[in-house]
């Protein structure tokens, strides 16, 4: 029998007379030479990380930080493009009408020619949202999104964004951009724009959100100039059915149901063309008020904007700020409508001279700190999507984290993604850990200190324990009161310093009530906060107050649940105290 | 002391260990693998070079591991190109482990390892130098 060499690649051992002769050399040859036995086991992955990839590149300016991976000029002319939009976005709504925050906007530009890098489930999620190549996904022949994440927090937003790697043509600049290519114009989509509006507080009343939505729809950029397109009031059956069914005999909603709206702003109405013509009143409304640039109504429309959030319109109201009654509103919108079915533009104001944006290389801090904090933000989406790849995310996004803290980065930012991070993924221990210190190092985010109140309220209340001590109510207290200093104020906030008070023997003073019937009025459309700071009024003695935020909170329910729970809090706690 | 305070200091005292964690991937590699008699340990593993062409693939190999704790008969099950596949494979050869136990006695175990390619961010020598 010739001599039997194990084979140097893998090769089935096919026939007996192979096996047989591997089994008897076993005994003689050196351990090297046994054929493996027993099940094949499986050794965990390999991660390998690769030598000479995209060089990162950091750069800051007020209320944006951006790391790159693409050449200096895309980012600096992206970021430029970016605050301009914001510049124009602000000739259509005001600036102190939109989502403040103290955090800046974090921006990951990432190199299409690196595409590949990232993994499959991130790319799907872009684009599921933002199909590039697809009209429909802004409604506008020509015009697509830059394929990007946007993942927000209540209090923060990071987006990651793939960009063509060149510096864009500007002979071109101003033009639409074209299906499938790079960009030429940025703007800012209408989800965009509805975080913005829908993380303001006082909260907007719901006739502008619905409307400026509306309008925005027919808006368009070019260069510096703001064009919106024909007014297209409702389809022909709609108005019909309006005029025939509703009895409103006209083409026109009366403006006190424009800004007091019976209709439920969510969408649950049980008639859906009656809110269609409330948002498409609505925008109306707002486009006769914007009518270019300098005039009166324009400030006229912010201040009622900015009176109607924190009280019910009123004709009073209305007046004080237009010199127009209800009656007269009515009138002017009827004449309005077939001017506003040709275009409105008007020209923006040039653009500001800006600090020149600088880049430089990204520290490893700066890489990790942005990333990792990126791979939090993304669990939601993953766990939604991809729930069976959650683990590995999860331990990835600690892991660079914990590189970065291990690497001496101290940063509160840093400590505080680790502490939400943990708080994400239910280790409150950890959790309650990084956010003490991010708390102490002064992270400039609300809702690092929003959880660490509610980890300090879990832990004072405890399995057996319902009521919270005065050492411990103060506890839970602080981080929400230094949380208030920022923005943006956060709901989850003001629910948590009603439950502390609600669990505590403790009487609230009036200071402590005041903080309380603020976040009512930020967050009115909010019945469980707007309820829970009513009863905290009663039980001290002030009807007065309680019954303004339940009467603020009416005004703009956004649903009948909201609604009914409102009017039998009226009719029952409210009225049994009498006046 | 009270409970808040003592909780703070306890969080805070928590962190200090954590300044340890510093490691190399292949250090974390050696630690997320199982430590089972039956099964081959590595107990020193090599990463291999690679460019950034390859962030996001996967190569798997399939091997043997002697009595010895020493790699043969490399097989390879998947890889974009043979490139990959050749430093991978190189890589691996030089890897050393705990051989798998029978009954007391160390046995040849046939393994399976996936290799994923992920991107480095370019955090190695370029930032240790500055």
Redesign the interface.
Known sequence: MPAVH?????AACGSSGRLLAGLLLAALL???G???????????????????????RYGEAPGLRVLSCCDDDTSRDFAERNFRQQEMLDELVAADLQMSSSAPVVMILYDQR?R?????EVVDEMNRMAPHSDPSATGVSGVGLVPHLRLSDPDSTEIYLLLEDKAPDLSTKGRRLETGGGYETLEFSADYVAMLLDGRTPQLPPWFRAGLLRLYQDVRFDGSRIEIEPFEWLPPADGDFLANTLAFGSELLPPAEIFSPSVLPDGSDPLPVRARAWAAESALFIRWALEGRGHPRREALWRFVRQASAAPATEAMFRQCFGLGYAELAEQLARYLPDARRELSWEAPPAPKRPWLGFH?A??AQ??EI?GDWGRRVLDVIGREHPQLLAGYVARAR?TL??A????DRSAELLASLGQLYFQTGDR??A???L??AVQAGVARPMPYVELAQL?LI??LGPSRSRLGR??LG?TLAPLTAARGLQPALLPGYLLLAAAWQHSAARPTASDLAALNDGARLFHRNRQLVLAAAELDLEAGDPSEARGIVALALGSAPDAPSRQALLAFQAGRLAKTGR | MKASQLAVLLSLGSLLPIAALAKTPEQSYLESCQRSPDVPVPVAVYSPQVGPEYIGDTVTLEFNVDANGEPYDFSVKSSPDSTLATSVVAAVKRWQFKPALREGVPVATRVVLPVRIIDGDRLGARYAAN
């Open positions: 194990p084979p140097p690649f893998s050196p351990a090297r046994q054929e493996a036995a027993g099940p094949v086991v499986s050794l965990p992955p390999l991660l390998v990380e690769t030598k000479g990839g995209p060089q990162w690196y590949a890098a990232l993994a499959s290389d520290t490893p890489v990790r990333k892991q914990l590189d803290y291990a690497q001496g221990f950890q309650r850990a990084y003490e210190s300090r832990n004072a050492a411990e506890a």
